[in-house]
Structures are given as structure tokens and as C-alpha cells.
């Protein structure tokens, strides 16, 4: 269920442990994977380069203050449940 805090739009997929998390309206983008992080894939605009979102893999397993040090904006992890 995709919902709105901050002005990040999430959705936490349970099933397949995947948080998706979009700042602003969707736009054609890339994703590349952080150096540090695996599973940590920062989305880009296609034209401009600009951050459009992340989407975090095996999120569950992730460390969370490493992400948040990783994340390019800040979110509050604990509105996951």
C-alpha cells in the first residue's frame, strides 16, 4: 500500500522484502546500485540526473543507520511495520 510522509511516497512490498520510495511525480529513470551498500538502487531522471527515489532490496536485512547514512534524503524507516 503505497502511502505519503514528508513528501516521499512508500511502499514496502512484505512478500518480496522490497521498499520503494519516489520523491515527486514518477519520471522515466535509471537506477544505480550504492558502492557500499548491496540491494541499495538510487534512482535518477533520465534527463536531468536528478534523485527520483531509491529502492531498497532484502530490505529487512538491511542495517538501518547505515541507510540512512546512504540514503541521498532523509526517511524515517520506523513508519515500516
Known amino acids: 500500500m503505497m502511502a505519503v510522509h514528508n513528501n516521499i511516497e512508500?511502499?514496502?512490498d512484505r512478500q518480496s522484502d522490497v521498499l520503494y520510495l519516489s520523491i515527486g511525480k514518477p519520471a522515466?529513470?535509471?537506477g544505480?546500485?550504492?558502492t557500499e551498500i548491496e540491494g541499495l538502487v538510487i534512482r535518477h531522471d533520465i534527463?536531468?540526473?536528478k534523485v527520483t527515489g531509491v529502492t531498497i532490496l532484502w530490505f529487512s536485512e538491511q542495517d538501518r543507520p547505515t541507510l540512512q547514512r546512504r540514503?541521498?534524503?532523509a526517511f524515517d524507516f520506523g513508519l515500516i511495520k
Do not use: A
Open 10 to 12: 512508500y511502499d514496502y
Open 28 to 30: 522515466p529513470s535509471y
Open 32 to 34: 544505480e546500485e550504492d
Open 47 to 49: 534527463k536531468t540526473g
Open 71 to 73: 540514503l541521498p534524503f
